[in-house]
C-alpha cells in the first residue's frame, strides 16, 4: 500500500503561482510514475503532469510552458509547480501514484483561481 498526502493548494488571482507538494509513504519500492490529475465541478478527472522514475515528464496541452513537474526520490516526493494561473486552473488536484499495475490516490487539494 501506498499513502499519498497532498499540500499546498489554495486561492491565488489569476495570473499567480502557487507549488504543490505530494508525498509518499508506505510501501514505495519501485514507483515508477507519479503525477498530478485534477476535477473541475461537473468535469471529469484529466491529467495534468507525470514523471516517470527516470525523471521523464508527460504534460497536457493546457499546462505545457505554465506548470513544472519535479520529483525528489530521497524525500519521496512529488511537486508542482504552477505559474501564470487561470481561472480554468481552478479543480480539486490529486496526486497519483503508479506500482505493480496499482494506481494510488491522495485525498485532493483545492486550487481555486480568482479572475
Do not use: H
Amino acid at each position: 500500500q501506498v499513502q499519498l498526502v497532498e499540500s499546498g493548494g489554495g486561492l491565488v488571482q489569476a495570473g499567480g503561482s502557487l507549488r504543490l507538494s505530494c508525498a509518499a509513504s508506505g510501501s514505495i519500492f519501485r514507483i515508477s510514475l507519479m503525477g498530478w490529475y485534477r476535477q473541475a465541478p461537473g468535469k471529469q478527472r484529466e491529467l495534468v503532469a507525470t514523471i516517470a522514475s527516470g525523471g521523464s515528464t508527460n504534460y497536457a496541452d493546457s499546462v505545457k510552458g505554465r506548470f513544472t513537474i519535479s520529483r525528489d526520490n530521497a524525500k519521496n516526493t512529488v511537486y508542482l509547480q504552477m505559474n501564470s494561473l487561470k481561472p480554468e486552473d481552478t479543480a480539486v488536484y490529486y496526486c497519483n501514484a503508479y506500482q505493480f499495475s496499482l494506481n494510488y490516490w491522495g485525498q485532493g487539494t483545492q486550487v481555486t483561481v480568482s479572475s
